[in-house]
């Protein structure tokens, strides 16, 4: 392999490190950009995954009822506590370390040969994962519960919950703490699940594993639509930018391990804007119309899975509308595309359609936990002047007051953004393609630490997706990077340390006083002061 030292040597003249350590330095830094040491470090990575499915495989569990997650499985042991997080840890510091070999200018290997590297081994992980069981989340479980209760008992999944199946039913028990919940999806969704269970001829067992591959399918579907957009707008980091996706553990245990349904949410949202992307430099023309009618396709499938897609909207409508030439063209473009997407939104969710007073969507914030929503709740809750539902409205009036700002200024920056790419005498493409990124990037980060009332780690796939396209943003990487670290540790806080210790379980306000800020903290600390993911030298060729 040939390295390019002077660009090393420039890195480190920069960090203005003394000769003899700037030595060690670069040759670590060859060491890890041999594609043999890439090599090790993926392979010992896929058997860190086989650990994580090996103890705990879904044929042997998958009739666990109540269901179980990882503590349990463990039995809150001390090993299982330890070897938890020694996992966790050990797959990202191997993911950091193939990130920074990845990204070493190199001569040896061609574009299309690095990319096929990623794809095969993401794909191998998540063959590991396929055959896990769910260990940290029973969502999958639920799914094909609410399709099997449509499927066999003609029960709707956006009404009927799981309580309302027939008695005897020999899997309704493993709905667990959600089976008085009716679903708060999208109906493309559940036409997907219920698809599932037809294919399985009911069979729960294959009906959870066309579940898991539905996941497999639209992680590997979301790496590769990456790939293509940054092939067409930051091409020497197209590589960088899939393997920040494809190699996240999160992204992978989320995705396979758990099969949450975000990541088909993804897939969409990913398609729309790739036609988004090419909007932005096609003329007007038959090709212009068909990249519209994908852009409003994708959203609304998006939409369909999972409703919170329809917050970053906004912004990709005006990134499209402040592409015209005149005030007449912007407002037509943003209410045409708008309204297509909005109508048909409804006339797919119309035959299936609950009803506001049942809509599941309304429902699912009027609880709160392990999140800065709840710990607020607690602390108001403390005021003796204060009851319970003050204490939420307080709550919910400071925080959507709070998103609120944050929503308004992401929107200002769009617009400010649009209006400079607009001005000037060159008008710039990945302007106007990074504005709305950032802003959809920013504003889930800010709803999940925020306005979320109950924290789930899998709602990071979100935003996981658009840090990658916004490559190589230190900021941008750093906040995803540490969020998707410490939204997996936390984990053996709640599930395992609150057992331990039954006070913090019974003292809610203590146990979220130290639960809330272990995941926040770190989250806001590389907001404010970002970690360097990637290294910062540029060079004609990316890895």
Known sequence: MTYNHKKCEYLYQLANVKPNVKQKIITYWKQISNPRQLGISLIVSGLIYLAFTLPFPLSRYYTANPPVDYAKLTQHSVWGFAAYPAGILSIFGLYLINLRALTQPTSRFSDKQIFRLILLSGAAFALILLFS???MAIDMLVYALHSRGWALYGLSPFIANVEAFPPGDPWAGLAGEWADAASPYGPLWEWLSLGAYHLSGGNFLVQLYILKIIGVLAYLGSAWLIYRILRLVHPRWAMAGTAFFAWNPLVLFESVQNAHNDIVMVFFLLLAIWAYT?????????????????????????????????????????????????????????????????????????????????????????????SLAALLVLALREIPEISTSQAFTYTNRLIYLTFGGIYLWGLWRVICQGRKCFSATAITPNAAFEAPLRAGFYIFVWYILLVASVFHAWYLLWFMSLAALLIPEKRVLSVAFIFSLMALLVIPYYETIRVWLPYLNQNHLLGHLIGVPLLIVPVLFSLWMPILILPEFTGDKWG
Request: glycine letters at 10%.
């Open 133 to 135: 069981y769910p260990q």
């Open 278 to 370: 090419r909007l932005l430099d096609t003329p007007k023309g038959w090709q212009y119309f068909a990249f519209s009618a994908l852009f409003i396709l994708g959203f609304t499938f998006s939409i369909l899975i999972k409703f919170i897609t329809f917050l970053i909207l906004p912004f990709f409508l005006l990134g499209l509308a402040l592409r015209q030439k005149n005030w007449l063209n912007r407002f037509a473009v943003m209410t045409v595309n708008g309204l297509a997407i909005m109508l048909l939104s409804g006339l797919l969710m119309r035959p299936d359609w609950p009803g506001w007073e049942n809509w599941a969507v309304l429902q699912a914030g009027e609880g709160a936990g392990r």
